[in-house]
């Protein structure tokens, strides 16, 4: 479907033509990017309120900063889609986020304007800060660095870490803080509380003002009043600053608060602060899904909502004929509460992803005992490990991908102490449209290899419930069930829970030569597989294993002594992963059979529908049927 861009728009094929533009057209041209983006992504699909809200600040970028020499970050990168749009991707954007289409976030590889790649929130202070001190460091004295993040990603501990140091840097940064009052959902914390005040309450301006008004009063100061009320003024004004606010503490010179989509002022207050030297930030007040009413209204679900009708609103739904199984993410929601309604120690914890993961159920139902603690991973786990010093048992669910950033809390704070911190970890595996930066494809490896860890992946929602059931009941150590983005199989999945033995598999079907070995939800394509084969007369044993740790050491005794050929298969990293384990085992009790590994290589597989992305890397149902095919083929090991 070709989507036509406005009359000025059409002529923008980067920022070089965008500097054409009259001032006086700017607003139209920040209207006609807004109403592409609503165009494309209506039908296309992808992240939607965070691009509607930055669209001025894009085009005033774009406008007075030199891109690509000037460095522009944005954070996260879902809000680049004006970006994009105006720095020669336009004709393209119909592909983004679609297999071997754009990206859906900046990404080095695909522009030059794309200066950093992003996806995972908080990073851009930091990298914006490396550039620029790179630049002073070649002597490049007049370029810019600019890092563009969000109130919700800056509640990051990253982004103070950079902002701490870029204040003793002296180097040419400036920071834009998009202050939307929004993460994915509203965002949290003192911090958001902070800028919220300093946007209301403009404390300093009071204050001046009550000087003024007390020495115009008096007069005491006759004609030169001014005068001395503005010196007065100056020392007050760097007295309140350094004492009230945040960022001019930490020797960052404050701008603002300024409107975001006064696309004209923000071109002069851009052209100002480019004379200005030195680290600083400009806080912008924005709206969330600006210009598109029912987006302004209802932020969370118009944060990344699918396709829709831009007429109506309407939300496109896949329409199903037979009932459909549940999100693991909508079992997950539903277990905890029920779980805790039977269990008091039950806690929930969630980094910024409560709608997204589902806590918002806990959250609502029980809201002093689930924490939405901001873009903190890091935090969500020690702070769960602290929870369960005090006896109580934390479910800490964090996406698979994000948890990567809290690596050294899961060891150091949770297992090395032995402490039982349940991690649940959503979209494991492909996380599909997102790519990437979003594929949960190390967890099992990374879990694996930590003491006091139990490893474990459901393959069902049954199973989900039971392992939910199995971590809370008396144990130690850190728990993590992995699970992915979307649906299970089970459309009556309001099983009754009961505990699983910890380390013991289930085998689903005997054969006779081979033996499939699958770990979580992926092992459903083994099903499909195993009955394909069955049709043809072949009878191929399946187990699914449940724990890559501990893992079922009797089932694959059982395994090794029975089948020599074997074919492992997991959505995750093929090092160090599940099949890795089950090699580690062969060779350690000196068994020989021929064993195949699927799952994801050592590349960075890039985004795409999550099938499609299993059938690249050889482990949809095709792949897994090929290899058996091919495994069968083979002539048996020998022993030399
Ligand atoms: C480390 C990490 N945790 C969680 C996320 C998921 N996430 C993506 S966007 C977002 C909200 C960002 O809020 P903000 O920076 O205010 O940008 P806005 O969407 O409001 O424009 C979150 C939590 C992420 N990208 N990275």
């Not at 004929?321 to 008091?344: D, S």
């Not at 090395?416 to 494809?441: E, I, K, M, Y």
């Amino acid at each position: 479907m070709l989507i036509k861009p406005g009359p000025l728009l059409a002529h923008i094929n980067s920022p070089e033509d965008l500097k054409k533009v009259e001032p006086k057209d700017l607003a139209q041209v920040s209207e006609e990017l807004r109403q592409y983006i609503i165009d494309v992504v209506s039908v296309y699909g992808g992240h939607f309120g965070a691009s509607l809200g930055v669209v001025e600040l894009t085009t005033a970028l774009h406008y007075v900063f030199n891109t690509p020499s000037d460095q522009l970050v944005w954070d996260v990168g879902h809000q680049a889609y004006g970006h994009k749009i105006l720095t020669g991707r336009r004709d393209n954007f119909h592909t983004n986020r679609v297999y071997k289409g754009l990206s859906g976030f900046p990404k080095r590889k695909e522009s030059n304007y794309d200066t950093f790649g992003v996806g995972h929130s908080s990073t851009s202070i930091s990298a914006a800060l490396g550039m620029a001190v790179a630049s002073q460091y070649k002597d490049e004295q007049d370029k810019h660095h600019i890092a563009v993040i969000g109130d919700g990603s800056m509640t990051g501990g990253m982004a103070f870490e950079a902002m701490n140091h870029a204040g003793v840097s002296n180097s040419n940064l400036l920071i834009i803080l998009n202050d939307n009052c929004m993460s994915i959902d509203p965002n949290v914390g003192a911090l958001k509380d902070y800028l919220t005040d300093i946007t209301t309450s403009h404390a300093y301006n009071k204050v001046r003002d009550e000087v003024w008004n007390i020495l115009g009063k008096t007069s005491k100061f006759g004609p030169n009043a001014r005068e001395i009320v503005a010196k007065l003024e100056n020392s007050v004004k760097s007295f309140l600053l350094k004492q009230s606010n945040l960022f001019e503490s930490l020797n960052l010179r404050y701008f603002g608060p300024v409107d975001g989509h006064d696309v004209n002022h923000l071109v002069d207050v851009l052209s100002d602060l480019k004379d200005i030297p030195g680290p600083k930030i400009l806080h912008c007040v924005t709206v969330k899904g600006k210009g598109y009413a029912l987006a302004e209204k209802d932020q969370t679900k118009w944060h990344a909502p699918g396709k829709f009708d831009k007429i109506t609103g309407e939300i496109q739904k896949k329409v199903h004929e037979t009932p459909q199984a549940p999100k693991y993410q909508q079992v997950f929601g539903n277990t905890i509460v029920e779980l805790a309604e039977q269990n008091e120690k039950i806690m929930g914890v969630t980094p910024a992803m409560p709608s997204g993961s589902s806590m918002n159920i806990m959250m609502k139902a029980m809201p002093e005992r689930a924490f939405d603690v901001g873009i903190a991973e890091q935090h969500a786990v020690t702070f769960s490990a602290g929870l369960a010093t005090q006896g109580l048992v934390p479910y800490c669910n964090i996406y698979s991908t994000f948890m990567q950033r809290a690596y050294d809390q899961v060891i150091h704070d949770v297992c090395l102490q032995n402490l039982r911190v349940v991690f649940c970890l959503d979209r494991a595996g492909f996380a599909g449209a997102d790519g990437p930066t979003h594929h949960g494809a190390y967890d099992l490896a990374y879990m694996r290899c930590i003491p006091n860890m139990i490893v474990s992946a459901p393959m069902n929602e049954e199973e989900l419930r039971n392992l939910m059931y199995t971590a809370q009941l008396p144990g130690e150590g850190g728990f993590t069930i992995r699970y992915p983005r979307g649906q299970g199989v089970m459309p009556e999945w309001k099983t009754p829970m009961q505990e699983i033995e910890i380390g013991k598999g289930r085998k689903l079907r005997d054969g006779e030569e081979l033996a499939i070995l699958t770990i979580g939800h992926i092992g459903n394509y083994a099903v499909e597989v195993c009955d394909a084969l069955e049709e043809e007369g072949i009878a191929v044993a399946h187990y699914d294993m449940r724990f890559v740790k501990p893992i079922d050491e009797d089932m694959l005794h059982e395994v090794f002594s029975k089948y020599r050929k074997v074919i492992t298969v997991e959505d995750g990293c093929i090092n160090g992963g599940f099949g890795s384990a089950v090699l580690e085992f062969m060779a350690d009790n000196q068994y020989m059979s021929q064993v195949t590994r699927l799952g994801i290589p050592d590349a960075v597989i890039e985004h795409g529908e999550q099938r499609q992305l299993h059938d690249e890397c050889n482990f949809g149902p095709e792949g897994i049927y090929r290899t058996v095919k091919r495994m069968l083929e083979l002539a048996p090991a020998t022993i030399l």
